[in-house]
C-alpha cells in the first residue's frame, strides 16, 4: 500500500484501506480467483469491528489492524498454496480481527482481584478470552 497516502486518511479509512488490501492479497475477495467475502460485505464488517473494540491504550482496533497484517505476512511468508487453502487463509485473517474484541483491557489477573462481573461470569476463567468468544 501506499505509505503517503495512508498517512492523508484518518486512522478508520487507513485501517479499512490495509484491510481491504490484505485480504484482496490472498486472493480472499469475492471477484478474484475463488474469493470468500464480498468486498460490500468486508467494508460493512470492518466499521462494525472498529465499534466493538475497546478504546484501551493497547488492546484497540489498531492492534488489531497490527496483529491482522503479522498474520497476513505470516501467510505470504510461508508458501501459502501449499500449506493453507483459501478456507485456512479466510478462518487465520477473520481470527486475526476478531482476537480481542470487546477486550476490557486490563489482565485477567486484575479482574479476578477486583471480582468483575466478567471474572464472576467466567469463573475467574480467562475472562478476557471467554468474552472475546462469546461476542465473537
Given at each position: 500500500?501506499?505509505?503517503?497516502?495512508l498517512?492523508t486518511?484518518?486512522?478508520?479509512?487507513?485501517?479499512?484501506?490495509?484491510?481491504?488490501?490484505?485480504?484482496?492479497g490472498l486472493?480472499?475477495?469475492?471477484?478474484?480467483?475463488?474469493?470468500?467475502?464480498?468486498?460490500?460485505?468486508l467494508?460493512k464488517l470492518i466499521?462494525?469491528?472498529?465499534?466493538?473494540?475497546?478504546?484501551?491504550?493497547?488492546?484497540?482496533f489498531?492492534?488489531v489492524?497490527?496483529?491482522?497484517?503479522?498474520?497476513?505476512?505470516?501467510?505470504?511468508?510461508?508458501?501459502d498454496?501449499?500449506?493453507?487453502?483459501?478456507?485456512?487463509?479466510?478462518?487465520?485473517?477473520?481470527s486475526a480481527?476478531?482476537?480481542d474484541?470487546?477486550h476490557?483491557?486490563?489482565?485477567?489477573q486484575?479482574?479476578i482481584?477486583?471480582?468483575h462481573?466478567?471474572?464472576t461470569?467466567?469463573?475467574?476463567?480467562?475472562?478476557d478470552c471467554?468474552?472475546?468468544?462469546?461476542?465473537s
Amino acid at each position: 500500500w501506499n505509505r503517503l497516502l495512508l498517512c492523508t486518511m484518518s486512522a478508520a479509512d487507513a485501517h479499512k484501506t490495509m484491510i481491504m488490501c490484505m485480504f484482496g492479497g490472498l486472493g480472499l475477495i469475492i471477484g478474484q480467483d475463488g474469493g470468500y467475502v464480498s468486498p460490500s460485505t468486508l467494508e460493512k464488517l470492518i466499521p462494525i469491528l472498529r465499534e466493538n473494540y475497546n478504546d484501551n491504550p493497547y488492546h484497540n482496533f489498531s492492534h488489531v489492524v497490527d496483529v491482522t497484517h503479522c498474520v497476513f505476512r505470516l501467510i505470504k511468508l510461508i508458501d501459502d498454496s501449499v500449506y493453507f487453502s483459501p478456507l485456512d487463509k479466510l478462518c487465520l485473517m477473520f481470527s486475526a480481527l476478531h482476537h480481542d474484541l470487546q477486550h476490557p483491557g486490563v489482565s485477567n489477573q486484575f479482574l479476578i482481584n477486583t471480582r468483575h462481573n466478567l471474572a464472576t461470569t467466567y469463573n475467574d476463567l480467562r475472562c478476557d478470552c471467554s468474552l472475546n468468544t462469546c461476542c465473537s
